[in-house]
């Protein structure tokens, strides 16, 4: 089990100190993450979910315990080296696409692969295969405020795909996309996860995406509450495993 | 044992220029307004070195007739003409207002694309990329801005005292002078500009990847 786990989170504790209180965000969380999983991880605001994210993609460091991707243990790395595993081995994917509003598809996803070390025109090659991948070959030139959310989201996604990263990871990446869009794009990273083999680490409160997750994790006060795999969660109208959904 | 994991290397200077291109050309019109700043202080800059180059040889000449309408003009032949305290005061003033300006400018900037900055760090943008292409943002309005004040400057410096003294000014100017004040006028601007986003830039450089998460606008 612990050969194939891509991610290995073991007792990370995130501790704020607000004025004279501490607030534990993750309290002793542990987890592991198979490659090639669909991981989706689900909890109310101030559960600690966006912290284990964070964690997870090397942007916030644990106050004690380890975070690895691939065998890289990043809780204790420079920024400079961080900032290589963020380019290399993962793809970040929005709720709010986070596309450069100045820079073209083709540009946002180029300046993804220029950061991996491709030389400008090699990024463009790159790119430009990666968002025909994606079905957007037609939107090279256009900027983001000229297509809709969905390629938008399609642009993101092959940005987050173009330096082949062992993981994605999609904070809400259907928040803000009508339902049979966001249906679109869970399914093209279900696509994703099966033809290039990628992990992809969800953090979500879209049923669908439940449907598409191999794993379920519920963080509640900091710690994982409940951990299922696809066919131990039922779903009912108005609950998930007995879960209330907001 | 661990893998050892490199460190990630800087991206040539080309694509913090194009990075940086792209978002004066998306904001054209506020680095108009912020360009316009740097217009109106360079031009009075020039204007006030090109007025004094061509008065200080005009003075040399010591052509009767035009000592004249030099003193009409209110120069002080026997002290050689340059440019007095108030014109002196109004342009450093200009100068420091317009450095405050962009600095105004580039800080409103950057405050609006936190969220861009936290993007590109989570990309694996280093914060050298973010301080450079802040920098090289403002070195183009800098540079479009010196140009243009440099140009209006020089061309109502050459109006002003050919409407005073006529063909004199061809008679006796001297143009390596005015072509060093020139210089001096376009550096300025855009030294100015440069130097007016290095807090700004620092500042930027200094956001964290987790400010991608930002929903707020």
Redesign the interface.
Known sequence: MSAEAIIRIRDVWKTYRLAAEEVHALRGVTLDVTRGEYLSIMGPSGSGK?TLF?MI????RPTSGEVRI????LDD?????L??????KIG?V???F?L????TAL?NVA??R????AS?EQARRDATATLERVGLGHRLHHLPDQVSGGQQQRIAIA?ALVNRPSVILA?EPTGNLDLRTGEEIIRLLGELRTSEGITVVAATHDMKMLSASDVVVWIKDGAIDRQARRGEIRIEIGSIDGHAVA | M??V?????A??W??AV??SW??V???WLRSLVTMLGIVFAIALLAYMLVVDDLTRALVRARDPRLDVLLQKAGVDVLAGGGPDRMMILLVGLALFTCLVGIANAMLMSVTERI??IG?????????GFIVRTYLIESALQGLAGALSGTLLGVGVALAVTLASYGGYVFRFGSLPPVLGSVGIAFVSGTVIAVLAAIGPAWWAARR???D??R?EE
């Open positions: 966006s964070n993609g090397g942007i916030d691939e065998g890289y243990r790395l420079t920024p400079g080296q900032a290589w595993v963020r380019c290399h970040f929005f709720q709010t986070n450069i509003p100045a820079m540009e300046i993804a220029v950061f991996a070390g400008p940005r904070d | 661990d893998a994991i490199p460190e990630q290397s991206v040539p080309r694509v194009a990075v792209a978002g050309r998306r904001r969220r861009e993007t590109l760090k989570c990309l694996g943008a280093l914060d964290q990847p987790v991608a998460m929903v």
